[in-house]
């Protein structure tokens, strides 16, 4: 397999979940304003939507959209229990979880188009996506993953985002169970691997 990536951004998540799982694969950095990979491929051509994360899981085969690949990662080797089995309660949870951290707090806080906008908006922007980390914030509060107490892929995913929040302006320290919540998460070895590899770290 190998994954294509663009540092620090949403391909971190099923970085993190490759790494968890001991699972074998390349990484290939992206360009993805030149669309071009490091090693001069036209991005366009494997995944034409443009953006990252994509998995390539042969010659003909590649995997996009992030929510997919983690789940069809932890799938891969169900004994890593990175996500429940598939028809329980619990696997509708996870992906409860992994929708609303992609259409809430992911692309709820888009890198560009947050960028580009005016300081009222930025401020406008920042309270909304307060409210919910306050939602966040009060979930974690007596638990120490969003499903309780293994980690899963749901948790590589809100991690990658809440990396974010520093540079659009937001401290982590107002909601000290999300802070707790990302220090724990950041200390765990496939963790620090994937950001050194990355070079964010």
Not at 88 to 93: A, I
Request: aromatic residues 10%; contains cysteine.
């Amino acid at each position: 397999m190998k994954l294509y990536f663009k540092p620090g951004s949403c391909s971190l998540s099923p970085h993190i979940v490759l790494r968890e799982l001991g699972l074998p694969f390349d990484l290939e950095r992206v360009d993805t304003k030149a669309a071009k990979t490091a090693t001069g491929q036209d991005f366009h051509s494997i995944n034409p939507k443009g953006y990252v994360p994509a998995l390539q899981l042969d010659e003909s085969a590649v995997l996009t959209e992030g929510v997919a690949i983690v789940q069809y990662l932890a799938d891969r080797r169900p004994e890593g229990r990175l996500a429940p089995e598939p028809g329980s309660l619990e696997r509708s949870r996870l992906q409860e979880w992994l929708n609303y951290i992609a259409t809430e707090l992911h692309k709820g806080f888009g890198g560009p188009l947050f960028a580009s906008a005016s300081e009222e908006t930025k401020r406008a922007v920042r309270e909304a996506y307060g409210k919910k980390l306050d939602f966040v914030a009060q979930h974690l509060q007596a638990r120490e993953f969003l499903l309780g107490e293994r980690f899963t892929v749901a948790d590589a995913y809100l991690f990658t985002v809440l990396t974010w929040s520093k540079g659009r302006g937001i401290e982590l320290e107002r909601w000290p169970a999300l802070k707790r919540y990302f220090d724990r998460i950041l200390a765990r070895p496939a963790v620090r691997a994937a950001m050194q590899a990355e070079g964010v770290l």
